[in-house]
């Protein structure tokens, strides 16, 4: 009987010991989510929108030369919150692969301005069609130095205007992980 009272004892002991342990370091969960930004076609002219993943807002663009944002569109111009854009150290990349398959994001190889679309969309001048393509992933290293990824699902264009009649926005639709805890996992 003082054998098992003794286990009981020491299995009380180890368990209480291991849910302490798990209560002082909690593991912050993935944000998994999708966003929809309405985004400026004018390529001259128009602003960026500027975006926090964190909270999931839109920034206003007078705080551009704050670190409220992280990413920002106009057009097909993906900035990000650092170097001329910026104050912060906010980067981005795009990978080859899969969302799901997409697990770690890189340590260097991050920029301030992708201005080429090619490395994520195609364009049909025949359709006036903007589509993303598969297998290419972004990379976000954010203002506050969190890592996330993005997935472009759709690139639509808003209304038409001018002559020739050209679209005034692009909404821009992408599916995002935001790893909250600071490491490069997802």
Request: charged fraction near 15%; hydrophobic fraction near 40%; aromatic fraction near 10%.
């Amino acid at each position: 009987m003082r054998i098992l009272a003794f286990a009981l004892v020491l299995f009380v002991a180890a368990t209480t010991t291991s849910c302490e342990r798990n209560n002082s370091n909690p593991v912050v969960p993935l944000v998994t989510d999708t966003i929809v930004m309405t985004v400026s076609a004018d390529a001259q002219n128009g602003s960026f929108t500027l975006f926090k993943l964190s909270n999931e807002s839109i920034v206003p663009t007078a705080q551009q030369q704050t670190a409220n944002w992280d990413m920002g569109m106009r057009f097909t111009t993906f900035i990000t919150n650092s170097g001329t854009n910026g104050p912060s150290a906010a980067g981005v990349q795009i990978l080859d692969g899969t969302f799901e398959g997409t697990l770690t994001a890189p340590e260097t190889g991050y920029v301030s301005t992708i201005d080429d679309y090619n490395q994520f969309a195609t364009y049909n001048s025949t359709t006036r069609q903007f589509t993303p393509r598969p297998g290419r992933i972004f990379i976000l290293r954010t203002a506050d130095n969190k890592f996330a990824k993005l997935e472009m699902l759709r690139a639509d264009f808003g209304p038409l205007a001018g002559t020739p009649p050209r679209p005034t926005t692009i909404i821009y639709t992408f599916r995002y992980q935001l790893q909250a805890n600071g490491t490069r996992n997802f």
